[in-house]
Nanobody, 120 residues
């Protein structure tokens, strides 16, 4: 029932900016944490940024000072503002969320990914 849908990916030049969105829908009672992962060509998937319901944020060292993660007022959408983009940021970006959909259950959900390409 729960789905995560990413949007906002595209092609940008080095130094440019993009904002990714992750919209959660379905039977959502609460979202404990939302985050962004990415997987570049020939690389392992890595955590980019995550934000908890309490506002605690973690960033990968490689994006600190350049990327900002946030959540909207409904707590069902996460954003990743990406500035000063580098070719090394080229990857498929996946939204991940730990969602409680009932009083008894919670689990991780994944979006299908959105491609970010940074040209040099």
């Amino acid at each position: 029932q729960v789905q995560l849908v990413e949007s906002g990916g595209g092609l940008v030049q080095t130094g440019g900016s993009l904002r990714l969105s992750c919209a959660a829908s379905g039977s959502i009672f609460s979202i404990n944490v939302m985050g962004w992962y990415r997987q570049g060509p020939g690389k392992q998937r890595e955590l980019v940024a995550a934000i908890t319901s309490g506002g605690h944020i973690n960033y990968a060292d490689s994006v600190k000072g350049r990327f900002t993660i946030s959540r909207d007022n409904d707590r069902n959408t996460a954003y990743l503002q990406m500035n000063s983009l580098k070719p090394e940021d080229t990857a498929v970006y996946f939204c991940n969320a730990n969602i409680q959909s009932s009083p008894l259950t919670s689990m991780d959900y994944w979006g299908k990914g959105t491609l970010v390409t940074v040209s040099s």
